[in-house]
């Protein structure tokens, strides 16, 4: 599954009356990986130096002068990343360091590699599978990677984790989640629930 880290950038801009970078440093937090910034890509979002890139980055906060006619003393930045199924998070943090040039100090501030693929096979998918069957009829589950980290990623060592969902959202409704007034249909969340009974009584 895929995991999640910001990226924070920060970096000194010194010089009379010339915007001369110097010292300039950025911190990595590692649950992400891959920190493809936004001038590394072009316009249609593809990286310039045509090198596959599997991993999701965007910035969450940047900082610098204090107005728009002020040169900055100093300049940081924030990235979120992700790490593709199949790679290391310090794989991620050399392209980064790689992307962003010598001059830039690269440091992870929190994160980790992503958890081990969840078997699609078991007593436990099996479970899984018989609760969907009993709570959704007709709904298959599917494997898919999971962009967002959760604490299951603290259980992997016991045994596998399945990072299951069983709400139906709509479009609105996705578009809601982590947001003000965040909701879902009671009659979703009512079969959500049904799903759990089902599952614990397989267990």
Same mark, same amino acid.
């Given at each position: 599954?895929?995991?999640?880290?910001?990226?924070?950038?920060?970096?000194?801009?010194?010089?009379?009356?010339?915007?001369?970078?110097?010292?300039?440093?950025?911190?990595?937090?590692?649950?992400?990986?891959?920190?493809?910034?936004?001038?590394?890509?072009?316009?249609?979002?593809?990286?310039?130096?045509?090198?596959?890139? /599997?991993?999701?980055?965007? %910035?969450?906060? +940047?900082?610098? #002068? !204090?107005? *728009?006619?002020?040169? $900055?003393?100093?300049?940081? =930045?924030?990235?979120?990343?992700?790490?593709?199924?199949?790679?290391?998070?310090?794989?991620?943090?050399?392209?980064?360091?790689?992307?962003?040039?010598?001059?830039?100090?690269?440091?992870?501030?929190?994160?980790?590699?992503?958890?081990?693929?969840? /078997?699609?096979?078991?007593? %436990?998918?099996? +479970?899984?599978? #018989? !609760?969907? *069957?009993?709570?959704? $009829?007709?709904?298959?589950? =599917?494997?898919?990677?999971?962009?967002?980290?959760?604490?299951?990623?603290?259980?992997?060592?016991?045994?596998?984790?399945?990072?299951?969902?069983?709400?139906?959202?709509?479009?609105?409704?996705?578009?809601?989640?982590?947001?003000?007034?965040?909701?879902?249909?009671?009659?979703?969340?009512?079969?959500?629930?049904?799903?759990?009974?089902?599952?614990?009584?397989?267990?």
């Amino acid at each position: 599954m895929a995991h999640g880290a910001p990226t924070r950038a920060a970096g000194d801009v010194r010089g009379p009356g010339a915007a001369r970078a110097r010292d300039r440093r950025v911190r990595v937090p590692a649950s992400a990986a891959h920190a493809t910034a936004a001038a590394a890509r072009d316009a249609h979002g593809q990286r310039r130096d045509g090198r596959d890139d /599997p991993h999701h980055a965007h %910035g969450d906060a +940047a900082a610098g #002068a !204090a107005a *728009a006619n002020v040169l $900055p003393e100093s300049a940081s =930045a924030i990235v979120n990343l992700r790490v593709a199924i199949g790679e290391r998070l310090d794989d991620a943090v050399d392209d980064i360091r790689r992307l962003v040039g010598p001059d830039v100090e690269v440091e992870v501030l929190t994160g980790g590699d992503p958890a081990p693929i969840s /078997p699609a096979s078991g007593p %436990g998918w099996e +479970a899984l599978v #018989a !609760a969907l *069957a009993s709570s959704h $009829p007709g709904v298959l589950p =599917a494997p898919y990677g999971m962009l967002g980290a959760t604490d299951g990623r603290h259980f992997t060592g016991i045994g596998p984790v399945y990072r299951f969902f069983p709400f139906e959202l709509s479009n609105a409704e996705l578009g809601g989640l982590h947001a003000i007034d965040e909701s879902i249909r009671v009659s979703s969340y009512l079969r959500g629930l049904r799903f759990y009974e089902e599952l614990l009584r397989r267990l």
